[in-house]
């Protein structure tokens, strides 16, 4: 039962541009959260979406934006990148029980030049 | 507004010792409680959550933690350390607007010495 994938692993952008970034939910999850985590800091949480909509969002601007398909996989968007954009994207699946707990991917590690 | 506190940014302690993670929550309502632990290079793997119910609840790997209300505190323990816990621990509280994010600590390094 493979959990939750994320690609890809690294990625080298440099400020100005776009980037997308790619998450398949652990099998039976229909609820995908995108969280960045800064250097030596815990993860924040970006957004979440469930049924192809986002259902919550936290303090991250516009430049920020994401999407779900009908099989439950996500993308993250980040235009207009920034150098405080360099961080480990985090995609965390869960089914929609609320108190399930979040399975995490191992992230991509986007580095800003 | 939800919050976790880790006060250590490192905890050390002998292989074969007890060890203890130190967490506070502050949330409006019952808290949703969670333990993630992080090796380097990878994601956060669960070990273990507070709904309701018992104090102390056990999760994976031999850790445990104990829910204490008028402390508001979710202090994560292992009676015995391995070398191998070593790593990074987070502790979160879930949104208690009922969203199921997660809102995390700044995370504790714990490194254990063989």
């Known amino acids: 039962d493979a959990g939750v994938t994320q690609s890809p692993t690294h990625l080298i952008k440099t400020r100005g541009q776009q980037v997308t970034l790619r998450c398949s939910p652990k099998s039976g999850h229909d609820t995908v959260s ?9 993860p924040q949480f ?10 919550q969002r936290g303090n ?9 398909f009908p099989n439950y996989s996500s993308e993250l968007n980040v235009n207009a990148l920034l150098l405080g954009d360099s961080a480990l994207y985090l995609c965390a699946s869960s089914w929609g029980v609320m108190d399930q707990p979040q399975h995490f991917g191992d992230g991509t590690r986007l580095s800003i030049l | 507004a939800q919050s976790v506190a ?22 409006s309502g019952n808290p949703y409680l969670f333990w993630y632990v992080q090796y380097p290079n990878r994601g956060l793997q669960f ?47 879930r949104d208690s607007t009922g969203a199921n994010n997660l809102f995390f600590g700044t995370g504790t390094r714990l490194t254990v010495i063989p």
Do not use: M
Not at chain 2, 58 to 87: I, M, R, W
């Open chain 1, 60 to 68: 991250f601007p516009d430049r920020f934006s994401g999407h779900q």
């Open chain 2, 47 to 93: 070990l273990l959550k507070y709904i309701t119910g018992d104090n102390l609840v056990k999760g994976s790997y031999g850790f445990e933690a104990e829910f204490n209300k008028s402390q508001t505190s979710f202090h994560l323990k292992k009676p015995s350390a391995l070398v191998s816990d070593s790593a990074l621990y987070f502790c979160a509280v």
């Open chain 1, 34 to 42: 995108w969280y960045q985590q800064a250097l030596g800091q815990g």
């Open chain 2, 6 to 27: 880790q006060p250590e940014d490192q905890v050390n302690v002998a292989e074969g010792n007890p060890l203890t993670v130190k967490c506070t929550y502050s949330v």
């Open chain 1, 46 to 55: 970006i957004f979440q979406y469930y049924e192809e909509e986002e259902r």
